[in-house]
């Protein structure tokens, strides 16, 4: 079965940083691109930023560019989101979800989602 | 780079049909076929309903179809279930620089 298990958010304070991590299992996640993808309490999806299969190529939303880094450990099948200068607005549900193994812009499955709330 | 449009909210009896709408523009819906469908129940993690326009995942009901004409999509549910009473969001590949659009969501209500 393919899963994806994130790490617990949390609250952090407006400035500081917090890094979430996405366990996957189910498939072979050194061929597949990988994405994070974030939901503000009651509102709609908002992706966040892609990282390929190898790990060398990475893209963000404007929103989070400069801020956020995305990253993959393909030994330990992990997906990382390190968020550093955090305001009021990053608040959300960040899910990782599976992309494709190739071109395209499909994301399944999804992560349980972490909620991390950024409030002084 | 604005959301897709989606309306708020559509309605239906059991076992009625439902179309849902994801308008977009030239640079994301009308120029790929990189468009997909997610389910989110209340509290719950989305799911991939449809990807590429009309393709459907192992697994996802074949009551659920996709489709698209220009710049907009559209997200059909045949013989609707109490099951499928859900918000539902479209996503667009948007090409360099934007990435990925979502819709606005409509959430569907089952009468």
């Known amino acids: 079965e393919v899963q994806l298990v994130e790490s617990e958010g949390g609250l952090v304070q407006p400035g500081r940083s917090l890094r979430l991590s996405c366990a996957a299992s189910?498939?072979?996640?050194?061929?597949?691109?990988m994405h994070w993808v974030r939901q503000d309490p009651g509102k709609g999806l908002v992706w966040v930023s892609r990282i390929n299969p190898g790990g060398s190529d990475t893209d963000y939303a404007d929103s989070v560019k400069g801020r956020f880094t995305i990253s993959r450990d393909n030994a330990d099948n992990t997906l990382y989101l390190q968020m550093n200068m955090l305001r009021a607005e990053d608040t959300a549900v960040y899910y990782c979800a599976r992309g494709t193994t190739g071109a395209g812009g499909w994301f399944g499955p999804w992560g349980q989602g972490a909620l991390v709330t950024v409030s002084s | 780079q604005s959301a897709l449009t989606q309306p708020a909210s559509v309605s239906g009896s059991p076992g009625q049909s439902i179309t849902i709408s994801c308008t977009g523009t030239?640079?994301?819906?009308?120029?790929?076929?990189?468009v997909s469908w997610y389910q989110q129940h209340p509290g719950k993690a989305p799911k991939l309903m449809i990807y590429e326009v009309t393709k459907r995942p192992s697994g996802v009901s074949n009551r659920f179809s996709g489709s698209k004409s220009g710049s907009t999509a559209s997200l059909t549910i045949s013989g609707l279930q109490a099951e499928d009473e859900a918000d539902y969001y479209c996503c667009s590949y948007a090409g360099y620089s934007i990435y990925y659009v979502f819709g606005t969501g409509t959430k569907v209500t089952v009468l």
């Open positions: 189910g498939f072979t996640f050194s061929s597949h691109w």
């Open positions: 030239s640079s994301d819906v009308g120029n790929y076929d990189f």
